[in-house]
């Protein structure tokens, strides 16, 4: 099976930063689509519907929500032992990011992952709480 355990988030004050991590183990093999991968991050606001926030492919394309743009940045590190690592930098923190931020992989589809809902894979959530 695929693990994906995010982690970092936390409360910080309106203008600050933050950085979530997302450990991407287990088997992510696709025999009928080699090395195609879709990841990303999404949030929940209180009392919202869940958005597509930051997202990568295995084309290397980024996508981030409109809300997001130039504040936060999508990177990835192959080098540890984890199959994928995905970092999350959030600068410029408003209140309205305040939400439970998921990140999800999928290893059949490749494209605009942040407007992807049905990916296979999703971790637990990791909360952040931006106060003004």
């Known amino acids: 099976p695929v693990q994906l355990v995010a982690s970092w988030g936390g409360s910080v004050e309106s203008g600050g930063s933050l950085t979530l991590s997302c450990d991407v183990s287990?088997?992510?093999?696709?025999?009928?689509?080699?090395?195609?991968?879709?990841m990303g991050w999404f949030r929940q606001p209180p009392g919202g519907a869940r958005q597509g926030v930051a997202g990568?492919?295995?084309?290397?394309?980024?996508?981030?929500?409109d809300s997001v743009q130039g504040r936060f940045s999508l990177s990835q590190d192959n080098s540890k032992n984890t199959v994928y690592l995905l970092y999350l930098q959030m600068n410029s923190l408003k209140p309205e990011d305040t939400a439970i931020y998921y990140c999800?992989?999928?290893?059949?589809?490749?494209?605009?992952?942040?407007?992807?809902?049905?990916?296979?894979?999703w971790g637990k959530g990791t909360q952040v709480t931006i106060s003004s």
């Open positions: 287990g088997d992510t093999t696709r025999p009928a689509t080699p090395n195609t991968y879709c």
């Open positions: 990568v492919d295995s084309d290397v394309t980024k996508n981030y929500a």
């Open positions: 999800a992989a999928d290893f059949a589809f490749y494209g605009n992952c942040i407007k992807y809902y049905g990916m296979d894979f």
